[in-house]
């Protein structure tokens, strides 16, 4: 089909052939003729040398965190005989990647190959399909082009965002306060351990000084109990709870989850995940990430069946971890009495939106609502931590727990 360029041109020889018929001059009907049927020869040349272009597409990372550039990488190649001079490729992406990639190639030889790229910013979690990806190859003088579709597409996962919850953010906010917290919710029904001798790359921390003092060799301090320990990880996705996917509030639940399921995991723990419409299911490090990179709201709107589910798989040496929105008063008894069979537990409560942007009275009814929940979780034996849709977990992680006492006052 014509270009833009080539429709202008044969417009324009049109308009100059009337002129020539007008005024009575040869010449310029001759001239006329020839800008007239040039776009339509090279429409013609351009199919008797078709060229054989493929084209594959390759990413520098399949899965990655939010804000992280991906670079895609595009090897066009020629397979005709004949070079190919000028070539525009379009490569669809998914809105939340921004528009279309356009990138120009000219001057493929025959049988050769030739690697353009272009770069996207995901900055949302989920799941995106790039492509497929248009080649419009157009003659020398750009006044027609012939477009193949290529079918290809390469999935992109951008996984939720992961918080190191190992170390604090800042020397300012106690470094004892978050491996402590750690330890409470990694600790199972019985202590056990085991010693072995030092080897290089060991955490520093494990040693075990009396040992050390009393054989003079650096000794690790094996923990046993968690090659047999379990965590569950219970994520409360309810719209009427936590609000929609991609929403602050909701991205934010999230995130946690997948920051406490991989502290979990770094630690060997089993890991079993759970929804209000998904029952407990064990999760390998790779499933777990792509089980929340695909996460969205759900419509349930009780927790009770899921909670009757949790119970049936409760133990001492399985923590427990709730990740959602303040519960309702009717709905905290219920959960209370399900994680009483269970080891450590720890309740994550998210303001479904921030208290600082509500109505005031809309306000006062969250603060007042996540107080409520958090004197119930804490006097229930929980660790609770109260978080803002934009506050980051690793902000409370680090903070000295609260005691009951001090929530009564």
Request: glycine share 8%; with cysteine; aromatic share 6%.
């Amino acid at each position: 089909m014509l270009s833009p360029r080539g429709v202008t041109v044969a417009v324009v020889g049109g308009t100059m052939w009337l002129c020539a018929r007008i005024v009575g001059s040869p010449g310029l009907e001759v001239v006329a003729i020839g800008l007239l049927l040039l776009p339509f020869l090279s429409g013609g040349f351009l199919r008797w040398t078709e060229r054989r272009i493929t084209v594959k597409r390759s990413l520098s990372e399949g899965r990655v965190p939010p804000g992280t550039r991906v670079s895609v990488q595009l090897d066009v190649e020629n397979r005709s005989a004949s070079p190919a001079s000028f070539l525009l490729l379009e490569d669809r992406l998914p809105s939340a990647l921004g528009r279309p990639a356009r990138l120009v190639v000219t001057g493929v030889p025959g049988r050769r190959a030739q690697r353009v790229s272009y770069t996207v910013l995901p900055q949302v979690r989920g799941r995106y399909q790039l492509g497929p990806l248009t080649v419009d190859v157009t003659d020398p003088f750009g006044l027609s082009r012939r477009r193949t579709r290529l079918g290809g597409r390469d999935e992109l996962l951008v996984t939720p965002e992961i918080e190191d919850l190992s170390h604090p953010p800042d020397t300012a906010s106690g470094p004892m306060v978050g491996m402590n917290r750690s330890r409470q919710l990694l600790r199972t029904g019985e202590d056990y351990f085991t010693m072995r001798g030092y080897q290089e790359g060991d955490d520093l921390r494990r040693i075990h000084w009396p040992s050390v003092a009393r054989t003079g060799e650096l000794m690790i301090r094996q923990n046993e109990a968690t090659k047999r320990a379990s965590g569950l990880v219970f994520l409360d996705d309810r719209e009427s709870a936590i609000g929609r996917t991609h929403t602050p509030a909701f991205e934010r639940a999230v995130s946690c989850a997948a920051s406490v399921g991989a502290l979990l995991l770094r630690n060997g723990f089993a890991l079993r995940l759970s929804t209000p419409e998904v029952p407990p299911a064990a999760m390998t490090e790779d499933r777990f990430m792509d089980t929340l990179t695909s996460v969205s709201h759900s419509t349930s709107r009780s927790i009770a069946a899921a909670i009757t589910n949790l119970r049936s798989g409760a133990s001492s040496d399985t923590s427990l971890v709730f990740i959602g929105a303040p519960p309702a008063p009717q709905e905290l008894p219920v959960l209370l009495r399900a994680g009483a069979a269970f080891g450590p537990k720890l309740a994550i409560v998210i303001h479904p939106i921030d208290p600082v942007t509500a109505t005031p009275s809309q306000g006062a009814q969250l603060e007042g609502r996540a107080t409520q929940a958090r004197l119930a979780f804490t006097r229930a034996g929980w660790d609770c931590l109260v978080l803002t849709p934009t506050m980051r977990l690793s902000e409370r992680w680090h903070i000295q727990r609260q005691r009951v006492l001090e929530h009564s006052v």
